[in-house]
């Protein structure tokens, strides 16, 4: 059986592990088995992230993106998946917003406790 390479589709050596004219490595088992895929919820831990970045309650939008992509990143590692950037880029939004919601908060009790002053 020959087998040919996933990205320039020259013919293999038998037992190569790499593609001689592009360089690219070569699964064993087989055509197509090398084939890495997008994390699905590195680019859902992002997305929502960056919506948490408009909308209002940014700690909690922010929170659940924060998670999204922790899990995302976590699955790329110890996985073959694709997009850890997006993954990284989608943690630190979102851990960024929850920082930023709990400073909201924080000051909208002492402005509260400031003007209770006055009452």
Do not use: H, W
């Not at 090398?34 to 680019?43: D, F, G, I, P, R």
């Not at 990143?73 to 993954?87: C, H, P, S």
């Not at 917003?97 to 909201?104: H, N």
Request: aromatic letters at 10%; one cysteine or more.
């Amino acid at each position: 059986m020959q087998k040919f390479c996933d990205n320039c589709g020259a013919e293999l050596k038998e037992n190569s592990d790499v593609c001689l004219k592009c360089g690219k490595y070569v699964s064993k088992t087989g055509n197509n088995e090398n084939v890495v895929e997008n994390n699905k919820l590195a680019l859902a831990g992002f997305i929502v992230s960056i919506i948490s970045c408009i909308l209002p309650f940014a700690g909690i939008i922010g929170m659940i993106g924060a998670i999204l992509s922790g899990i995302g990143l976590f699955q790329i590692t110890n996985g073959n998946e694709k997009r850890k950037g997006l993954a990284i880029a989608g943690l630190i939004i979102g851990i960024l917003r929850v920082i930023y919601g709990f400073y909201i908060i924080i000051n909208l009790n002492n402005s509260f406790n400031e003007l209770m002053i006055f009452f």
